[in-house]
């Protein structure tokens, strides 16, 4: 979970998908967090939630459109450099561990590449779903039921589910 200081103004709001409860959470600048959840809250929606729970409402809806929308920035160079490429893999297409580090300059970083998609804040808009092992689906902070039922629901053809 993440530590938000006191005076921080947060927003929050839930899209109910196909795989489960989606949370949403933002301040005024960033979204901070995207999440599955058992339950719904009370919603506190600003501008930045409101268009999020649009963007999931499109890719249920298999509309694709970019996520444009502003992150918060990873807290390392590489961290941030492995986010913007998870975030370049197209829908329904996969890359290896390997294969990001190779992208990110550092081919012998497949292991890091994982504990950063693990950490992932922001589950689907950085798709680390589509992030897999050579040996198969791998691992995902959501569980790995999520993790194939988005692979299925994208049609992705490079892993055998």
Same mark, same amino acid.
């Given at each position: 979970?993440?530590?938000?200081?006191?005076? /921080?103004?947060? =927003?929050?709001? =839930?899209?109910?998908?196909?795989? %489960?409860?989606?949370?949403?959470?933002?301040?005024?600048?960033?979204?901070?967090?995207?999440?599955?959840?058992?339950?719904?809250?009370?919603?506190? !929606?600003?501008?930045?939630?409101?268009?999020?729970?649009?963007?999931?409402?499109?890719?249920?809806?298999?509309?694709?459109?970019? *996520?444009?929308?502003?992150?918060?920035?990873?807290?390392? =160079? *590489?961290?941030?450099?492995?986010?913007?490429?998870?975030?370049? +893999?197209?829908?329904?297409?996969?890359?290896?561990?390997?294969?990001?580090?190779?992208?990110?300059?550092?081919?012998?970083?497949? &292991?890091?590449?994982? &504990?950063? /998609?693990?950490?992932?804040?922001?589950?689907?808009?950085?798709?680390?779903?589509?992030?897999?092992?050579?040996? %198969? !689906?791998?691992?995902?902070?959501?569980?790995?039921? +999520?993790?194939?039922?988005?692979?299925?629901?994208? %049609?992705?053809?490079?892993?055998?589910?």
């Amino acid at each position: 979970m993440m530590h938000l200081s006191k005076d /921080m103004e947060l =927003y929050s709001g =839930y899209c109910v998908s196909p795989i %489960g409860i989606i949370e949403i959470i933002a301040n005024d600048q960033n979204l901070l967090q995207i999440h599955f959840v058992q339950e719904q809250n009370e919603e506190r !929606i600003n501008e930045l939630v409101l268009e999020t729970k649009e963007w999931f409402r499109n890719y249920f809806s298999k509309k694709i459109v970019p *996520f444009t929308l502003p992150l918060a920035k990873a807290k390392g =160079y *590489f961290s941030q450099r492995v986010r913007e490429i998870a975030q370049k +893999i197209p829908f329904g297409s996969c890359l290896t561990y390997q294969e990001v580090a190779m992208r990110s300059g550092n081919a012998k970083a497949a &292991q890091a590449v994982g &504990q950063i /998609m693990k950490y992932n804040p922001y589950a689907i808009v950085v798709p680390c779903h589509r992030v897999i092992s050579k040996q %198969g !689906i791998g691992g995902y902070n959501g569980g790995i039921k +999520i993790k194939k039922a988005l692979l299925e629901f994208e %049609g992705c053809e490079s892993i055998s589910l």
